[in-house]
Antibody, heavy 117, light 111 residues
Framework: EVQLVESGGGLIQPGGSQRLSCAAS???????ISWVRQPPGKGLEWVSV???????YYADSVKGRFSISRDTSKTTVYLQMNSLRAEDTAVYYC????????????WGQGTLVTVSS | QSALTQPRSVSGSLGQSVTISCSGT?????????VSWYQQHPGKAPKLIIY???KRPSGVPDRFSASKSGNTASLTISGLQAEDEADYHC???????????FGGGTKLTVL
């Protein structure tokens, strides 16, 4: 089973930028990768997804500020986050998104992004 | 405010059964058989335990079962064990944007 490892979280000032990475042990050509976030003490929120062909989709809350991409070897997926706000504070998880039934499996361990001055 | 509504907390005694509800609308839970459930222990990543409304991935005990009726999905855990104490999140396909929606999560306490 593919294993995912996120990195890049940290403390960022409001208005700042940060890039998260999601490294996979073994993506297959059919893998879709999604980012899901979880604010402290709250539920899960879908953020973005990138399909193998390159199509990307975003939640309205991050559209125009966040950008998802994958490297040419397709073993790492990135989430570029710009114009960060306090409400973006969350643990960010990457997960394989199975479009056969719209479920997420497996998940990475998550990386904490804190937006605060 | 999550798109799907779950009780904030439920509890049950060791060996008993508990059911967690997940209430949606005709635009998500009610219209698609694409409901999934995730178990999340404190400080850990979510883990898929149910997909396609009622299917269990390999390795998930058959104590976990799930179903759907109308706009409401349900997860039942029978023969509660101490290690079942965790947060449980439901998720549904929503057809169009935002494509998938989550519930707010339910904290299960095993007494």
């Amino acid at each position: 089973e593919v294993q995912l490892v996120e990195s890049g979280g940290g403390l960022i000032q409001p208005g700042g930028s940060q890039r998260l990475s999601c490294a996979a042990s073994d993506f297959t050509s059919s893998d879709y990768i999604s980012w899901v976030r979880q604010p402290p003490g709250k539920g899960l929120e879908w953020v973005s997804v990138i399909y193998f062909g390159g199509s990307t989709y975003y939640a309205d809350s991050v559209k125009g500020r966040f950008s998802i991409s994958r490297d040419t070897s397709k073993t790492t997926v990135y989430l570029q986050m710009n114009s960060l706000r306090a409400e973006d504070t969350a643990v960010y998880y990457c997960a394989v998104f199975d479009a056969r039934g719209y479920w997420f499996d497996p998940w990475g361990q998550g990386t904490l992004v804190t937006v605060s001055s | 405010q999550s798109a799907l509504t779950q009780p904030r907390s439920v509890s049950g005694s060791l060996g008993q059964s508990v059911t967690i509800s997940c209430s949606g609308t005709s635009s998500n839970v009610g219209d698609y058989n694409y409901v999934s459930w995730y178990q999340q222990h404190p400080g850990k990543a979510p883990k898929l335990i149910i997909y396609d409304v009622s299917k269990r991935p390999s390795g998930v005990p058959d104590r976990f079962s799930a179903s759907k009726s109308g706009n409401t999905a349900s997860l039942t855990i029978s023969g509660l064990q101490a290690e079942d104490e965790a947060d449980y999140h439901c998720c549904s396909y929503a057809g169009t944007y935002p494509y998938v929606v989550f519930g707010g999560g339910t904290k299960l306490t095993v007494l």
